[in-house]
C-alpha cells in the first residue's frame, strides 16, 4: 500500500507521517517513511539543490529536477519498499510538483501530469491526505523557522500552490482517492481522522 501526503509547506504533513507511521507500527504494520525530494542519496543531493541554493531557477528546470529525484525515489525505495510488504508513506510525491510548478509557476495542471505520466502510470498513490491548513495558521506555525527557497516566495505564490491542489483533486474526482483534511485542527483530531480512513482501506483491503 502506498500512502502520500500533500500540502502547502508548513501545513502538519511531516507531523501527520510520523503519527501514522507509529499507530500503523504499533498494530503491527511493516511500515516505511519517506519523503520527496529525497529518500536515496543522490535524491537528497537534488534536494539540496532544489531548497537550499538561493538563486532563481528556470520554472521547467525546477520541474526536471524534482522529476530526477523522483525517479531515484521510485526506483529504489517506493517500488522496492512495497514489494518488500511495506506500507509506504511519503511526504509529497507528484502531486506536489502539479500543484507548485503547475499552480504555484503557472505552467498548468494538465502538462505538469504530463510531465508526471511515467511516475502516475508506475505508482499512483492508494490514498492522498492533502492537508489544507490556512495560510495565517502556517504563518504563525512556521515564524521562527529559517524558510528553504520554496518557503520564501511567499504568501501569494502559496495561495496559488493552494488552489493548484484544489484544481487537482478536482480534476481527479473519479480516479484517484483524495481525502482533504481540515489542517487548523489539533495535532491528535486531525491523526484519528486520518488513522480511521487508512483502516478503513486496509480493512477493504483484506476483504
Ligand atoms: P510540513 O511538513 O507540512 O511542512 P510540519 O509537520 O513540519 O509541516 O509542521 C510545521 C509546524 O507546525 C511544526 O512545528 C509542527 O509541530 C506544527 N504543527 C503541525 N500540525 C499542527 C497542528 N495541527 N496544530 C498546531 N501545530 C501544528
Redesign the pocket.
Known amino acids: 500500500m502506498f500512502i502520500t501526503f500533500e ?10 507521517c510520523q503519527l501514522l507511521k507509529n499507530s500503523l507500527e504499533s498494530k503491527g504494520f511493516k511500515v516505511f517513511m519517506t519523503r520527496e525530494p529525497g529518500g536515496t542519496k543522490i535524491a537528497e543531493a537534488i534536494r539540496n539543490i532544489l531548497l537550499h541554493i538561493h538563486e532563481p531557477i528556470e520554472a521547467m528546470t525546477e520541474v526536471f529536477l524534482y522529476c530526477a529525484a523522483r525517479n531515484e525515489h521510485l526506483e529504489k525505495i517506493i517500488i522496492p519498499k512495497q514489494a518488500e510488504g511495506y506500507i509506504v508513506i511519503s ?1 509529497r510525491f507528484y502531486d506536489s510538483t502539479i500543484a507548485y510548478q503547475g499552480g504555484g509557476r503557472d505552467l498548468g495542471i494538465d502538462k505538469m501530469k504530463e510531465i508526471n505520466k511515467l511516475f502516475i502510470e508506475k505508482a499512483t498513490p492508494d490514498l492522498t491526505f492533502f ?1 489544507d ?1 490556512s495560510l495565517n ?1 502556517i504563518e504563525k ?2 515564524e521562527n ?1 529559517e524558510l528553504d527557497r520554496i518557503e520564501k516566495e511567499g504568501k501569494e505564490f502559496m495561495i496559488k500552490v493552494r488552489q493548484g491542489y484544489l484544481d487537482l483533486i478536482e480534476s481527479e474526482k473519479n480516479n484517484r482517492n483524495f481525502m482533504i483534511i481540515e ?5 491528535r483530531e ?1 491523526s484519528n481522522i486520518i488513522l480511521k480512513r487508512v483502516e478503513g482501506l486496509l480493512e477493504n483491503d483484506r476483504g
Open positions: 500540502g502547502i509547506d508548513g501545513s502538519g504533513k511531516t507531523t501527520q511526504d492537508i491548513s495558521t506555525r512556521i523557522k489542517g487548523d485542527l489539533e495535532i486531525i
